[in-house]
């Protein structure tokens, strides 16, 4: 697992089943990317808005969530055959994000960052598990 | 200088002078994603293609380009009013880094990565100058 | 797994298991923060060395393990819970990268980085395993 | 200025101008870590004690001191002559953070975050100008 040779990152080989895994892997690098801007984005709205949405284990996780989906698309942006543990550990948090979204009621931002998540969470998902099958 | 208040991010206000700022403010924070994301997939194709490529002052220049062009997107998506600060810094970083990739002939993605870098400076040039004139 | 509450991250109640607790992530903090800074260090070593050393899958893995020690000593640094997952994730690249740096021979910094990433990779494990007890 | 060579990160030569430059940026290593480190942690402090520790300004700034000493010490890392660029932006960034930490009374945590700030402004601004007079 995660033992294949490191791509060279832009010139992929274009033979059918690496065209596959390149379509893939660059959809899940913008929705990495994605998930890290709308959950920074998200950490400021929280700490604008104050009350419960200063909550600490919100903060916290949108905060650990940025973080590991920048490192997972820098992962995939190296061509590295270790993005699929990056990945594996992306959706894990991803979940836990949308989970931390989804239970504050009506606030728009938070629901929007909730499926945000939700979809990086699956992406990621399908890339950690093309990688281990590989 | 960059001293007015924190913005909330994405509750940016609608009059027109804000909104002026806003719509620049998002360029810059793809053009600063779009420049680290190049940058270093033409890292990894430096190093996959190797020879003068894998010269120290070229890989060197491209991890400092993609490393402030992250920082300097995470500025502008918190709505940090120090963006100024990380724009100069980084405006000043894609002036070399463009340079650099120019330097080297014949080489389709430095040249690429050039253009990239170039259009990076002049948006991260505008904001810090927007920034110091508020 | 880790679900237990995010911690304060200086504020650590004083009773004796989480003292223990205390004690071994500190360790693991620096463990990796060190790890980070050697890895970096000796990327910079083997672009200026040149030859063997700028071979793409030892650069790739140094850049590698340099990031996710970074992440993982910033999970920690913030009391996340999640760190169980990233620190899973980073004792699997530093073992990677442990074993890159040995397979080139007669190279005292990358002899060292050998030995450091095998220190991070084990206290990393040590802290992968005790959150996963809780 | 800005434009020296890229220093190979490990092996500095020995004379003695260069071996001044190299205590200093290894201590100036040392001072953006820790202080990377403890606004990260005064962050999740600030955010568990809830009030006006979470006012939108302070959780700001720390979040942006921490971003641009963890920059700025991977430019030395790396041996990057461009560390002047980063080190005068840290440094300017440190200097606001200690200011925000000092204006919170009576809390033990933000008065160490306010001086470890403050040590490592004083230090950035050493490189920077170290840099700008080579």
């Given amino acids: 697992m995660a033992k294949s040779e490191r791509h060279?990152?832009?010139?992929f080989e274009r033979d059918q089943s690496h065209q596959h895994t390149h379509d893939a892997m660059q959809e899940c690098i913008e929705?990495?990317?994605?998930?890290?801007a709308v959950c920074t984005m998200t950490l400021q709205h929280c700490i604008a808005t104050g009350g419960e949405h200063t909550e600490v284990?919100?903060?916290?996780?949108?905060l650990d969530c940025a973080e590991i989906?920048?490192?997972?698309?820098?992962?995939?942006?190296?061509?590295s055959p270790y993005h699929v543990v990056t990945c594996a550990?992306?959706?894990e948090l991803c979940r836990a994000c949308e989970e931390a979204c989804r239970a504050v009621n009506a606030d728009e931002q938070l629901a929007h960052c909730g499926e945000v998540c939700g979809a990086c969470a699956e992406?990621?998902?399908?890339?950690?598990?093309?990688g281990s099958e590989e």
Same sequence: chains 1, 2, 3, 4.
């Fill in 69 to 79: 989906c920048q490192t997972s698309a820098n992962f995939m942006l190296r061509g």
């Fill in 89 to 91: 550990a992306c959706a």
């Fill in 123 to 130: 992406s990621c998902d399908r890339m950690a598990q093309m």
């Fill in 31 to 36: 929705e990495c990317l994605n998930c890290h």
């Fill in 57 to 62: 284990n919100l903060i916290g996780i949108l």
């Fill in 8 to 11: 060279n990152g832009v010139d």
